[in-house]
């Protein structure tokens, strides 16, 4: 059987575009970009250009770019910089109980800290109420930080709505977007947000660089001290080669255009699953407002992970965990109040620009085959 990639909201494989745009700094550019010799010159125009191309695809302004080692710590730095630079270190934190753990984690962090943090939830489909965010605002409210996209189910989070409401209350917004970027539009005023995330490896960039937008005016106090890089906002010589590869890839995507073609094909995977499979397949997440290449099905009764070795060479991830030879169920899933039976059969499908219509047919057939026999 033929490989079938069909993870690519777990990691992209660099686009060629990406990787001729990246040649030069692996074979020269070697320089600082920090130093004032001749040495330095093509590195700092490589940095300089990359902060452009990532700033023009979010509608920021070039300086309110800070180049990090990915999503994750993008992340971190908003939410852990935010609260150390706020006045009180019994500062609230709002978020949402189906965040990436690279959320998650930090704000149970800074709770050990004297932070408190009001994780909301979710409806059936994933979505996040704004009401319940204005419900939950304090006087003590530093950060709200709302993912724009669910990474399992894809679900798109009504985050203008909550920006207008975080703008009303004079609180600092943050949204990961590390699952859009490149996928559905996500400029940053639109979203009404003042801090922004975006992971490389998620749109066809290397893996070890992302970026941290900050809108202007907006304090931070760094993760990484140490010289004056990134305007002060993250210390560390920067790699032109990384950053270069993300600039790349953030101009490659300001055309959406193909997300319209990947959507026909999640589409055409979902169809074929529902009209072959019935009640034994069911969708989870929001049916309209989610990412274009995202499809989570679930088989109930059945464990995704099972499904999944049956499925071989196809690569795809399942909605449950295993910790110690224990399956459990996800706890996105469990936040959408999925019931145990349904969602431990769960399996998310996320399609790419290499994905094939020949590819989707193959791996609903051979689906099909699976849980019907």
Partial sequence: MPKIYLDYNASTPIDPMVAAAMRPFLDGA????????????????????ARDEVAALLGAAAEEIVFTSGGSEANNLAIKGTYFASSRKDAHIITSSIEHPAVLAPCRFLERL????????VDLTGQVDPDEVRRAIRPETALISIM???????TIQPIAEIGAIAREYGIRFHTDA??????????????????LSVAGHKLYAPK??????????????????????????????????LAVGLGAACAIATDLAPMGQIKVLRDRLWQALEERLGDLVVLNGHPIHRLPNTLNVS??????????????????STGSACHSGHIELSPVLAAMKVPERVGMGAIRFSLGRGTTAEEVDEVASRLTGIVLG
């Fill in 30 to 49: 070697f320089g600082n970009p920090s130093s004032v010799h001749w040495a330095s010159t093509e590195a700092k125009a490589g940095l300089g250009h």
């Fill in 114 to 121: 004297g932070a408190s943090v009001t994780y909301l939830p």
């Fill in 148 to 154: 724009h996209v669910n990474n399992e189910v894809g």
């Fill in 178 to 195: 590390a699952q859009s970027v490149g996928k559905i539009e996500t400029k940053v005023d639109t979203l009404g947000v003042d801090l």
């Fill in 208 to 241: 070890g660089i992302g970026a941290l937008y900050v809108r202007g005016g907006v304090k931070l106090e760094p993760l990484v001290h140490g010289a004056g890089h990134e305007i002060g906002r993250r210390a560390g010589t920067e790699s032109a080669l």
């Fill in 299 to 316: 088989f109930p009764g059945k464990v995704g992970a099972d499904i999944l070795s049956e499925l071989r060479d196809v690569a795809a």
